[in-house]
């Protein structure tokens, strides 16, 4: 059974830090790529951050550039997501997702539709 935990969420001021983990597990092969999306109250879901499985693509939404960076470790399945300089406006369920068995190209990325597999969610709070 395909999983996907999320770790390292929690409050902190603006202005901190905070790094987010999410373990993958149940794989039978590798996923094509790997992502972090969130979603604010009253929101729509939004893409944050992904990476190709094995590569060095990357993309990132614009609200995020400069200041997040996602990382993958493919030995442990495991993807990172650090956050600096964060905003009160980062508030949000950042949510981990997985892209496995299915084609998904650069510019899709960022598309939670192209993800088939997510993780629970783990709740950012960054307080003014």
């Known amino acids: 059974q395909v999983q996907l935990v999320e770790s390292g969420g929690g409050s902190v001021q603006a202005g901190g830090s905070l790094r987010l983990s999410c373990a993958g597990s149940?794989?039978?092969?590798?996923?094509?790529?790997m992502g972090w999306f969130r979603q604010a109250p009253g929101k729509e879901r939004e893409g944050v951050a992904a990476i190709f499985t094995g590569g060095v693509s990357t993309r990132y939404a614009d609200s995020v550039k400069g200041r997040f960076t996602i990382s993958q470790d493919t030995a442990k399945n495991t993807v990172y997501l650090q956050m600096t300089s964060l905003k009160p406006e980062d508030t949000a369920v950042y949510y981990c997702?997985?892209?496995?068995?299915?084609?998904?190209?650069?510019?899709?990325?960022?598309?939670?539709?192209?993800?088939?597999?997510w993780g629970q969610g783990t709740q950012v709070t960054v307080s003014s």
């Open positions: 149940g794989f039978t092969g590798r996923t094509n790529s």
């Open positions: 997702a997985a892209a496995y068995g299915r084609a998904i190209y650069y510019g899709q990325l960022l598309q939670s539709n192209k993800y088939n597999y």
